[in-house]
């Protein structure tokens, strides 16, 4: 926590410090001026924070489901293979967050075309690696498994294929949030991500009994990777909207 606290301080008050001389003159605005924008602002604070929610709850919300429905051994199994899967995106997430604010720029420049044709070549770039990556996990994920924590685990074998395979969706289209964002589809975002849960949990529900620990990575893979498609094609159809416009 005083780690996290730490770097919170340090990396706000550099930005400060940074651009510090640019809001010089806003620092004693009146919060009337924003007031044509204040409903735009309230919707995009609440969908944005409920989209957040909901994605905390489906990626987060499986063990205790899961426990609910099963015992201790198979959440066990969950969360091991669950930590293992999810330690690939370690490197996507920072990704993720520094995209936004270039698609932003270049979506406020109108460069509609520039943008698409950059995350196709992204897009097509990863996917290759990523499903030779997901074979090789597939064809290994025992001995991963054996490897990792040792032969008693080997039964988190299987919900961690389905997890590994949701983190390598998610590596493949990481670009999908910060164009949600920057095409102004808020709200498409929380409905989307609501529909999502809903999925999650009937498909859980569904499973769990015959799948036991794999049948909630199976929801969650089936949830996860269907709103993350979705959400992709949505940005790239209305990118195509806006590029066919100009």
């Known amino acids: 926590v005083g780690s996290k606290l730490i770097s919170s301080i340090v990396?706000?008050?550099s930005t400060l410090i940074l651009i510090g001389d640019k809001l010089k003159g806003f620092?004693?605005?009146?919060?009337?001026?924003?007031?044509?924008?204040?409903?735009?602002?309230?919707?995009?604070?609440?969908?944005?924070?409920?989209?957040?929610?909901?994605k905390n709850l489906l990626n987060n919300g499986d063990v205790l489901l899961l426990g609910a429905?099963?015992?201790?051994?198979?959440?066990?199994?969950?969360n091991i293979a669950k930590k293992l899967a999810q330690s690939?995106?370690?490197?996507?997430?920072?990704?993720?967050?520094?995209m936004f604010p270039q698609l932003s720029h270049l979506i406020t420049q109108r460069k509609f075309n520039e943008v698409k044709v950059m995350l196709q070549k992204v897009t097509k770039m990863l996917l290759?690696?990523?499903?030779?990556?997901?074979?090789?996990?597939?064809?290994?994920?025992?001995?991963i498994i054996q490897l990792a924590y040792g032969s008693e685990f080997v039964p988190a074998a299987e919900p961690f294929v389905y997890l590994a395979a949701n983190?390598?969706?998610?590596?493949?289209?990481?670009?999908?949030?910060p164009m949600l964002l920057s095409m102004g589809l808020v709200n498409f975002r929380f409905k989307g991500q609501l529909a999502a849960l809903i999925v999650g949990i009937a498909i859980t529900y569904l499973t769990v009994p015959s799948m036991g620990a794999s049948?909630?990575?199976?929801g969650l893979l089936i949830a996860n990777g269907g709103s993350q498609l979705v959400f992709s094609l949505a940005t790239y159809i209305k990118l195509n909207h806006q590029t066919s416009s100009e």
């Open 11 to 13: 990396l706000n008050g």
């Open 27 to 54: 620092w004693k605005a009146s919060l009337s001026h924003l007031s044509q924008e204040k409903r735009q602002i309230r919707s995009y604070i609440v969908t944005n924070s409920g989209s957040r929610i909901l």
């Open 69 to 78: 429905l099963t015992g201790p051994a198979p959440v066990a199994f969950y």
């Open 88 to 98: 690939i995106l370690i490197v996507v997430d920072p990704i993720t967050s520094s």
């Open 128 to 143: 290759l690696p990523s499903l030779i990556f997901m074979a090789v996990l597939y064809w290994l994920r025992e001995d």
């Open 167 to 177: 983190a390598i969706l998610a590596a493949i289209l990481f670009w999908n949030l």
């Open 215 to 218: 049948g909630v990575a199976l």
